[in-house]
T-cell receptor, first 110, second 112 residues
C-alpha cells in the first residue's frame, strides 16, 4: 500500500460549485500535513498546512482525521483559476521524510 | 524576496555529457531536496540534505550526485546523463522546524 494515496481524478466541476477531495496516509506516525497546488508545468506551491483542529483560508478548508488517517480539502464557490493539481503532503515522524501524493487533478468548467 | 533559484530552466544535452543543475535558496533553510517529476509517477525524491555536508539518498538516486558545501546551495550533478533521465526536476527547501517546502521553478531536462 502506498504511504500517501490520492484519487488522481480528474474532477470536472462547474464554476461556483463546492468540491472536496481526500488523501489517505498509511503511516500512523505521520506528523505534519500539507496541501500543495501545482499548475501545469509549474512548481508546486504551498496552499495550506493542515491541523488537527481543522483550518480555513478563505474559500479553502482543510481537515485532518487522525483516527481514520486521512486529510481533506474543501473548496467552496470554485473559480476557473482553481483548476490545478492538488498534492497531499505528509511528513513522517522520526526521519522527517516528506512524502508526496501523486495529486488530484481538478478542472473547473465555465 | 524569499525564493529558491534553479538554473537552467531548460536544458537539452547529449548522452554522456556531464551536467550540473544549480539550486540556491535565500531563506537560511536547513533542509534541501531534489525531485524529478514524470507523467503518472508524481514527484520522486532523488537526494536530500538535512544540513551542510549531510546528504542522503532519496527514492531514485541512481545516476545522480549532490553536494552541500554551503547552506544555501545544493547542486545536482549528472555525471553521465542518459535518456531515461529526461524529466522535469525541482529543487526545494524547508525549515526543519516549520515544515512546508518552497520549490524552485523547475528545470526541464532532455537527454538525447
Amino acid at each position: 500500500r502506498k504511504e500517501v494515496e490520492q484519487d488522481p481524478g480528474p474532477f470536472n466541476v462547474p464554476e461556483g460549485a463546492t468540491v472536496a477531495f481526500n488523501c489517505t496516509y498509511s503511516n500512523s506516525a505521520s506528523q505534519s500535513f500539507f496541501w500543495y497546488r501545482q499548475d501545469c508545468r509549474k512548481e508546486p506551491k504551498l496552499l495550506m498546512s493542515v491541523y488537527s483542529s481543522g483550518n480555513e483560508d478563505g474559500r479553502f478548508t482543510a481537515q485532518l482525521n487522525r483516527a481514520s488517517q486521512y486529510i481533506s480539502l474543501l473548496i467552496r464557490d470554485s473559480k476557473l483559476s482553481d483548476s490545478a493539481t492538488y498534492l497531499c503532503v505528509v511528513t513522517r515522524r522520526g526521519d522527517d521524510k516528506i512524502i508526496f501524493g501523486k495529486g488530484t487533478r481538478l478542472h473547473i468548467l465555465p | 524576496e524569499a525564493q529558491v533559484t534553479q538554473n537552467p530552466r531548460y536544458l537539452i544535452t547529449v548522452t554522456g555529457k556531464k551536467l550540473t543543475v544549480t539550486c540556491s535558496q535565500n531563506m537560511n533553510h536547513e533542509y534541501m531536496s531534489w525531485y524529478r517529476q514524470d507523467p503518472g509517477l508524481g514527484l520522486r525524491q532523488i537526494y536530500y540534505s538535512m544540513n551542510v555536508e549531510v546528504t542522503d539518498k532519496g527514492d531514485v538516486p541512481e545516476g545522480y550526485k549532490v553536494s552541500r558545501k554551503e547552506k544555501r546551495n545544493f547542486p545536482l550533478i549528472l555525471e553521465s546523463p542518459s535518456p531515461n533521465q529526461t524529466s522535469l526536476y525541482f529543487c526545494a527547501s524547508s525549515s526543519l522546524y516549520r515544515g512546508g517546502y518552497t520549490f524552485g521553478s523547475g528545470t526541464r531536462l532532455t537527454v538525447v
